[in-house]
């Protein structure tokens, strides 16, 4: 990926955040990636304030600034699953639900097919943990045995994590995830209607889904 590429991505994603809030990373050749360096706003993203690191999480040599304090969970997720690109953000409605401990709900139920078909038939939940090595311990812990990680995933009192396979994929991810999460509150004060689990196998099974999600 292009410098260009992944600072319009900083830029698409820019809604999401205030301020430096969230960071975004992209997989690089040879076991690296580039992230948004700690304390740069996604919406002023430069050349300059982009950082190669190692997957490990490290830093590489000639690298000025400090890449993001949450390097070691997008370092996590590269080693552990076939991501090209992460994004995490912290989406007001995405908030409301994650603050008022609605997560759990909102991450097993499916309340519309464009849901399932860009953000899977369930969302990963890790409770509260500080941001750097206490979450991504907690993180490790919460998928220990899981043959696959979930693509999104919902830190509970934190934020949104969307791991896709392109810019593109990751706004789009973000963008359903938050319109699912205005819509799930909406809902609350209703009697809510979710799809069921024949209705979402129907969805991921119908040729046009499918077409649909590879453009």
């Not at 046009?208 to 453009?215: F, G, N, P, Q, W």
């Amino acid at each position: 990926m292009s410098h260009f590429s992944f600072i319009e991505l900083g830029k698409d994603l820019s809604k999401f955040v205030v301020g430096p809030e969230g960071n975004i990373s992209c997989r690089l050749p040879d076991d690296k990636f580039m992230i948004k360096a700690s304390g740069s706003f996604l919406s002023r993203l430069t050349v300059g304030s982009i950082v190669n690191c190692d997957i490990d999480g490290n830093k590489l040599p000639m690298q000025a600034l400090r890449p993001s304090m949450e390097v070691g969970f997008h370092s996590w997720l590269y080693k552990n699953t076939d991501c090209e690109v992460i994004a995490h953000t912290h989406p007001t409605n995405v908030m409301k639900v994650l603050c008022g401990g609605l997560a759990e709900e909102f991450s097993k139920n499916r309340m519309f097919p464009g849901q399932v078909v860009f953000n899977g038939v369930n969302y990963g939940v890790v409770p509260y943990a500080t941001p750097g090595d206490e979450l991504v311990d907690k993180m490790r812990n919460v998928f220990k045995g899981h043959k696959t990680i979930p693509k999104v995933i919902l830190l509970e009192n934190h934020g949104l994590i969307c791991c896709a396979k392109d810019c593109k994929e990751a706004v789009t991810m973000t963008e359903i995830c938050d319109k699912a999460a205005e819509i799930f509150l909406e809902i609350q004060k209703h009697k809510p209607s979710y799809l069921s689990q024949d209705e979402i196998s129907k969805i991921l099974g119908h040729e046009s889904e499918i077409y649909r999600k590879s453009l």
